[in-house]
Every structure is written in C-alpha cells, then in structure tokens.
C-alpha cells in the first residue's frame, strides 16, 4: 500500500491516507458536482488527519449521514466521513486533494447520485 500525502489548498487541513488508488468515482449529486470532487473511498482505519480537528467545517445534507468536511479559510472539501453499506468506518476522498496522484491516468467511473 502506497501512503499520500492530503490537504486543502491553504494546508490547514492535512491528513494522509493508505491506499492504491487507480479510479476515482465523478458523482453528479447536487453537493459533488458544484464542488467539483474526484471520489475514492478508504477504510477510516487507513487515514491520519494530521492538522487538529478542531480546524475542520463540516457540512451534512440531505440524510445527513456523511460528515463532508472542509476549510474554513480556503474552502476546499478535501474528504468526508461516514459508514459504509456494511457499517465499517469510511472515509470518502477527494483524489485532487491528493498530491502525488495523476489524475490523468485514474479509470473515470461516472455515478448518478442526482437519481439515488
């Protein structure tokens, strides 16, 4: 497994996840395609935030079952956390928050989350 390295644009949010990413999931609910996230998803167990917790901004919608956080200074959503469907801890990635990922060479999978 590969360690990245994450953050929001101005840093104040920092973490790093293990993972092998190769596909990222382009969700066009009303919160993903505004924002503009590339999804992949990781075991809670395989992330570290690294900056304090206190900094983060979190938002819920609709259920208001996922915790999508972001910077209070520079506004970016750099991941979210919530329960998978078989109730482990997830944490759902924004891969351009990544910084050693090539998101040229991601398979693209499209997912219709404005109809789910």
């Not at 953050?7 to 969700?27: M, N, P």
Request: with cysteine.
């Amino acid at each position: 497994m590969t360690t990245h390295q994450g953050s929001c644009h101005c840093g104040k949010i920092a973490f790093e996840v293990e993972g092998d990413f190769t596909s990222g999931i382009d969700c066009n609910c009303s919160l993903c395609l505004k924002r503009g996230g590339l999804l992949a998803f990781a075991p809670a167990t395989a992330f570290s935030l690294k900056t304090p917790r206190e900094d983060l901004s979190t938002y819920r919608f609709n259920t208001h079952k996922i915790a999508h956080h972001f910077c209070n200074v520079c506004g970016i959503a750099p991941y979210g956390e919530g329960t998978a469907p078989d109730g482990s801890e997830t944490v759902a990635l924004n891969l351009r928050c990544l910084s050693d990922i090539d998101l040229s060479a991601l398979q693209i999978h499209p997912y219709d989350g404005k109809s789910a």
